[in-house]
């Protein structure tokens, strides 16, 4: 299949219309979008990035009218976020409508609704016929791509179309919700932190996978993610580690000695922004082993080390 570049919301929207799948920037990650009254395309996207049937996708919106399209009931938890955050990157889990297909939700009665705020994703979407459902934009297990160049990587001659925006300003994925239930509980962690959260909804509870055995409210969490193929090994600033030949390093301290290749960040925004392009970098360089500073779990820390141990595998 021929993947087609474009600039233009309206060639991308023109693909995804009649029945394509089209990648498309968000201020979070790029999104592989099929529209949600396109069954076949829905198929499609599953196939192109390898994902499990069982693994719902997010649905996303370009305004508060087309809540409606999505989910059957908004309770005032879901009110007051939406209110607060709403466009932006937050994902809420809401009660699905019966219009929402089975594929999209994998079989679950609950969907997830993103309005994304990034001016060209608006655009797309505006000119989408339909709600767009759409996975992070990269070969499952990968790192998400922050980049159209990225995407392209990934998945040119797999997919009908990429939107070519700017680079990802987040650069992690949305903070995810749950809004369906009598407690809001915290899925994934964001940009839209815990404490803002909190700020809100002060009885949010936060997603603790402490068994095995049960399943795990956000299907998504139990396969392995955002992993480069190098290790990834964490490092304290405070110790001394023997480094190995073909190392890399990312954080906001000094790197260790003897890192072929490092990424020093000012703070946690351009930690976030930067860390699955680096990554994606890294691999690109043949790098070995990844050693990353693990950030402390509160604010925007809270998510990069959630991606930071998922890559690593501990998660
Ligand atoms: O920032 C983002 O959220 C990006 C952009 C493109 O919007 N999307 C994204 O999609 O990260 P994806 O498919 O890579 O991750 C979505 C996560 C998965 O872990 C999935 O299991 C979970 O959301 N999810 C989707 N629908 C759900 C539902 N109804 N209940 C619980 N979890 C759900
Ligand atoms: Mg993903």
Request: charged share 20%; hydrophobic share 40%; glycine share 8%.
């Amino acid at each position: 299949m021929q993947t087609a570049l474009t600039d233009s919301t309206e060639i991308a929207a023109d693909f995804l219309n009649s029945g394509g799948v089209v990648a498309f920037p968000t201020e979070t990650v790029y999104g592989l979008g099929a529209g949600i009254c396109h069954p076949e395309a829905i198929s499609k996207v599953f196939r192109a990035k390898g994902r499990p049937g069982d693994n719902p996708l997010i649905v996303h919106i370009y305004c508060l009218e087309q809540l409606a399209d999505v989910a059957a009931e908004i309770n005032s938890d879901a009110r007051l976020l939406i209110e607060r955050f709403f466009p932006g990157p937050l994902t809420l889990v809401l009660k699905k409508n019966p219009c929402v297909p089975d594929s999209v939700t994998a079989g679950l009665e609950t969907v997830g609704v993103r309005c994304p705020a990034n001016p060209v994703a608006q655009e797309f979407l505006s000119r989408c016929s339909c709600p767009v459902a759409a996975p992070s934009a990269n070969l499952s297990g990968l790192p998400s791509a922050t980049s159209w160049e990225s995407v392209y990587e990934d998945l040119n001659g797999k997919i009908d179309c990429v939107l070519r925006g700017k680079p990802s300003t987040i650069g992690l994925e949305s903070t995810i919700v749950e809004c369906s239930g009598s407690v809001p509980i915290l899925l994934r962690a964001g940009a839209i932190t815990l404490e803002q959260l909190q700020a809100v909804l002060p009885e949010i509870r936060v997603n603790a996978v402490t068994d095995e055995r049960e399943a795990p409210k956000s299907p998504g969490l139990k396969y392995p993610h955002y992993a480069p193929k190098a290790s990834i090994l964490f490092y304290n600033a405070n110790e001394t580690v023997a480094i190995g030949p073909s190392s890399a390093y990312i954080g906001l301290s000094d790197p260790p000695e003897g890192v072929s290749l490092f990424r020093i960040c000012l703070n946690l925004e351009e930690f976030g922004r930067e860390l699955f392009r680096f990554f994606r970098y890294c691999d690109a360089q043949c790098i070995k082993v990844i050693y990353c500073e693990l950030p402390a779990d509160t604010g925007l820390g809270r998510a990069i080390r959630d991606r930071l141990l998922r890559a690593s595998g501990r998660h």
